[in-house]
């Protein structure tokens, strides 16, 4: 079976432009995490989608939004791009979003702020 | 909040030989999630181990098992016979159980690279 597949896997924007990442979950499960991961860092969550519904947000601004279409797949768009939204973006997916199933991540969109 | 803490940056073990990874965290939560996953350079964050915090008895996969002290907040990864292979970067995870939510909280990462 295929993973977590993202799409673009490398992206390159200046500032001012929008953006959205595209993920598909492994078939059969339901919820899609994103999560940032700047440089030198952890990854930071940023959204989690659940049956299309939004089931949680992390710290970060409204320029950054996302959604799940009925065949579970999601984007992650951010508006008005700034130097420091240069980062790895990574989707997740597991069959129901609880804590007892493990996630399973992609490989990422590298995007990159000119 | 629950935070995650590595405080090693970088590590390095030879081939064969084993290594301890440390983490330390923070809640106030008595229902929780630990992991350890590994991003090598190909980028993708792969599951190494999860331990479910009221279980006492400390997870094992193959070479990797972890030390579990709940009362101190730490998880530490051992990996054993140390193989080429295993060089990538590690990150301690902490998920609150019980929620509608499967949201992960990071460390920083650490950085292991296998000699041979």
């Known amino acids: 079976d295929a993973g977590v597949t993202q799409s673009p896997t490398h992206l390159i924007k200046t500032r001012g432009q929008h953006v959205t990442l595209r993920c598909s979950p492994i078939?059969?499960?339901?919820?899609v995490s994103w999560y940032q991961q700047v440089l030198g860092q952890g990854p930071q969550f940023i959204f989690q989608y659940y049956e299309k519904e939004e089931r949680g947000r992390g710290n970060f601004p409204d320029r950054f939004s996302a959604r799940q279409f009925p065949n579970y797949s999601s984007e992650l768009n951010v508006n008005a791009l700034l130097l420091g939204d240069s980062a790895l973006y990574l989707c997740?997916?597991?069959?129901?979003?609880?804590?007892?199933?493990?996630?399973?991540f992609g490989d990422g969109t590298r995007l990159s702020i000119l | 909040a629950q935070t995650v803490t590595q405080s090693q940056p970088e590590m390095s073990v030879q081939e064969a030989e084993t290594v301890t990874l440390s983490c330390t965290y923070d809640t106030s939560e008595n229902n929780y999630y630990l992991f350890w996953y590994k991003q090598p350079p190909s980028r993708q964050m792969i599951l190494v181990i999860r331990q479910e915090a009221y279980k006492q008895q400390n997870a094992t996969e193959n070479r990797f098992s972890v030390n579990f002290q709940k009362a101190a907040k730490s998880f530490s990864l051992k990996i054993s016979d140390s193989q080429l292979g295993d060089t990538a970067m590690y990150f301690c995870a902490f998920m609150k159980g019980g929620g509608a939510t499967n949201k992960l909280i990071f460390g920083t990462g650490t950085l292991l690279a296998v000699q041979p």
């Open positions: 997740a997916s597991s069959p129901t979003g609880m804590g007892n199933q493990p996630q399973h």
């Open positions: 078939s059969g499960h339901k919820s």
